[in-house]
Every structure is written in C-alpha cells, then in structure tokens.
C-alpha cells in the first residue's frame, strides 16, 4: 500500500501542468494490473504439480491466442497487414529474446520457488523500473514527482523487508525454544529413567 501511494505522488506532481485525468488509458491499467495479480496468484498456485517448460509453452500459446482475437475486435484485421515485414521481425526476436525468453522463464521460475513475500518485494519495484526504462528508452521526463515517489515506495519497501526479518527471527526463536524444550524433556526423562509400561 505504501508503495501504491508512492506511485500516486509520482502521477500527481507531474510537471507540465498537466492534471491527472483517469481515461481509456488509466481505465486499461487498472484492469491490467489486475488481472497481473490474479494471473501470479493462479500461476502460483498451478505451477505447484506442473513443469515450468509445458506452464510456459501453454502460458504463450493461451496469451497469443486470446491477443490476436482482442487486437481483431478492437483494432480490424489491418492491424497485422505488416506483419512479414522485416523491421517487424527484426524487433519481434528482439523481444522475444528479452522479454519472452529471459524475462517470462525468470519470473515463472521465481514464482515457482520464491515465497511470497519475495515475490511482493519484486513487484513492489516495478514503478520505479517502469520509470527508469520509459527514461532510458522513450527519453520521457518523469516530471517533479519522481524522487518524493519513489523515496515513498522505496519506505515502503523497507518496511516490508522490516516485517520479514522480524517474522523470520520470530520463527527461528520459536524453533529454538520448541528444540531446547525437547532436550529438557530428554533430559528429564533419563533422569527419572521411566521408559513406560
């Protein structure tokens, strides 16, 4: 949540006098950070009883499919006239290569194995990653916003990784008390040298 609030402070004190408007753009977000959360969660849950090769085969397949029908509904069948074109190709194996082949099979393979809290903390750097590349790439301004916000969600980000070692020191205290109360009851139990009938 702190890292969300972050987020805000970046979008509202963006310079150039624009003002924050929520449009189609805005709208689009919302849902596709939803169904981002609810996709990790399922792939989560799935990846559990399935091979992380056949997961990712079927993720691509499933996700081409619905977007070439989406982009059909929405945009005509124009929107592929280019598609052999080798400019196209040329970027496409790019993005293949980044995004699709490295990113996607790291991802897939840190929620396979990660926890949860490690997976939170990934994602919770994903505003200030979208800045940097949209800076890096696109040369875009990220407006007056940028070091309050991301100060924010970096807060944020402490005070969960604060909550982690905490529960984990937690749990190792407990472990460590369950561990010398047996050895008490060892211990005990040879004293008294009563084996049971």
Known sequence: ????????????????????????????????TLSFIASTIVSRVGLKGIPLGIFSIYRTVLGTIIYYFLAIYLYGALHFQDIFS????????????IVIIVGQFAWTL??????????????????????VIAMLLLGESPGAGLIPGGLIILFGIGIGQFGRIRHQRAEQRAIKARDMALD?????????????A
């Open 1 to 32: 949540l702190i890292a969300l609030i972050g987020a805000l402070v970046m979008l509202l004190m963006n310079d150039g006098g624009a003002r924050f408007s929520f449009g189609k753009g805005e709208i689009a977000t919302v849902f596709a």
């Open 86 to 97: 080798a400019i196209v190709w040329k970027w496409v194996w790019v993005y293949a290569v």
């Open 110 to 131: 840190g929620l396979k194995y990660a926890r949860a809290g490690d997976i939170s903390l990934a994602t919770s750097f994903s505003p200030l990653a979208a800045l």
């Open 184 to 196: 008490d009851a060892l211990e005990h139990e040879g004293r008294v040298n009563f084996k049971g």
